[in-house]
Structure formats: structure tokens, C-alpha cells
């Protein structure tokens, strides 16, 4: 199945907009107020730490968002968040795919040998894209997020060192 | 100004004639070895660090607080900082630290960290309080552990002084902060309620 992964461009902005109505884990991290479009451009022409990647179809139809923290360098270990856009089986196929990819980019580019993944119970097919790539479930944050009138448990995934 | 006063020890937010001390405190490879700490950043870097601390204490809505620990004498004997402080989800990192060595493995670090979640959860109305404790820090597990509760363990998460070590994610509610209290009325807690401190 081909696809193609690439960095977040300006053009995406509005997505990126559009994608605070789910109720996600990326979301509730990121900006625990949301962001307005003003903001949204401003934080993408700011110097920021983390980057973020999209995963587009062969049609050009965007199937997932991955944030990737500032890597911690001397511990060789990265945040990667998920967000699938579009849920069905293929595109959870291409995403799992495609995280490979990014996953072992971020391994040579930046010696990364350890990443961890906060989600939320119901991301169940970003925690299927994680174990699909090695990630396993290392912790529960219980009700670490508020929203909704209530509080949410987080789940912390996380893969086994490569050079440990 | 925002403070709790323990048997030994007073919790506040450090003035400027605390910085010195302070900047001895980062600097101190024991001190740092604990904590999520680079050992190789230079003095200047530890002073801009400090005055970052003290401008983001006087905001009200800050995401960081730092507090000092004083004795009855007067001398400084520790930090507790308050981390990702999330006012919607009302949650924070805490982590505190022994500044001298000597004051270590003492009641100090027990008080310190009943101040600190006296701080949290009665002064600043948060929900829950969660820390990292690396598997090595045998001393800081114990004490977190005796209120706290493990969420899970991040394996090999950080690499410190030859190798990659697990960290636990301990957590405290503020319900569970509360129960605790009134559990250890009679025992532990029973000379902070005779001195009108609890």
C-alpha cells in the first residue's frame, strides 16, 4: 500500500485547526485551552522544539498526524504522538506502516533508541499503530486529563531500548 | 505570601538572598543525580535557571513553582518544585531535594515532602500530584511510596551515570492526600495536629 509521509507544511494549517473538534490525546496535550487559527500560525512560524509529520494516501487524502517531542539526546529517547484521521483498516495499516518509517528515520537521524506514546483508552486504533510497532503498555496515569466534565485516565506506551 | 510551616522546617518561595545557595544546590552532582539534571551545565546557565524559577513564581497562573525549605534556625535545607502545573486538569509534578548532604536521610526529607503536598492540594486546590523516581533512588522511592501509589514504570527511560535506568511514575490524590491525614491523626501526623499545624 503506498503512502507518503512527509513534515507539516503551512498549507496544513487549517487541518490542524479542523482536527481540535476530536477528542484526542494530541489535543489535550498539546494545548489544554485549544488554539485559535492566529495561534495555530503563530505557533508554526515560532522556533519550536517538536516537529510533526503527515501521512497522506496515494491520493493525497491525509490519514494520520504524528508529533514528535524535542528528543532528549543524552537518554537517546523521543515522545511520538499519534492522531489517526481516518478509521478503517487500510489507513490504520498505512499509518502502522508509515511509523515504521518515521520511527527508524528518528532512530539513524537522531540515535534515538527508546520512544513513549501517551494516549487515551479510547485511541484504541492509535494504540493498535503503536503495538504494531513495538510499543507496549507501560503505565496509567488515572485521571491525569480533564475534559468534558470529567477526569480521563492517560496510558503510557512505550518500546524496549534497542541498545540496552 | 503562600506558605506552610512543618515542626523543623517552613515552605516559601525563595527571596533574592536565597539565590547563592540555590545555585550551590544545582550545581551539586548528589542533588542533580536525582532529578532530570544535565551535570555539565555551567554556573551561568544554573543562574539563569534560578532567575527563570523566581519570574515564573510570580506569576499567578504559572506552569512552575519553586519553594524553599528553611529550618527553625534559618537555614536553608531544601527545594520542593511544582512542575507542568495543568490548572485545568488541577495536576503537577512535584520534586523536592535535600540541599546538603548532611541533611540527608533525615526527618527533613519526610517533612518536606508532607509540605510540599500540603502546598499542592490545600494552598493551590490541585487534584493530583505525580512524580518520576528513578529505580536507583532507593530513599526517594520509599518515601513516595509510603503515601503514593505506582501508575507504572518507564523502562530504561534515562541514561545516567553509565547506564539506562527504569523511572516510576508514582501519584497522590488529593482524596487519598486527605485520608491519609486523618488516618495518621493519632500516629505520625498526631504532633502537626497538637501544634495546630494540620
Redesign the interface.
Known sequence: MSFRLRPLIKADLPLKYTLQSKVCSYNELHSTFGYSRTEIEIEYEQVHDFSEYLFESSQGEPIGLVRVGPPDLISGVVSVQPVILVNNADSTSIFSEGLAQLVASLGIRHNISRMFSFLLIDETEEAEILRNNGFDLEAVLKQHLYFSGAYHDLLVFGTLRRDA | MIHRQGLWLTLQKPEKGDIPVMIDWLQEPVFIANLFG?PDTPVSQTISNIHRMLNDNAKDLTQNLTFIAHRYDGVPIGLVMLNHI?W????AEMNLAIGNIEHRNTMYGGELYLLGLLMAFQELNL??I?GYVYQSNSSSLRLSSFVGKQ?????????GNGN?LDVN?I?L?REEFDLFLTNEKETILRRYYEGGLL
Open positions: 544535565n495543568n485545568k486538569n488541577r495536576l487534584n493530583k505525580y501508575e507504572g514504570t518507564l523502562r530504561n527511560h534515562y541514561y539506562y511514575i501519584s490524590f
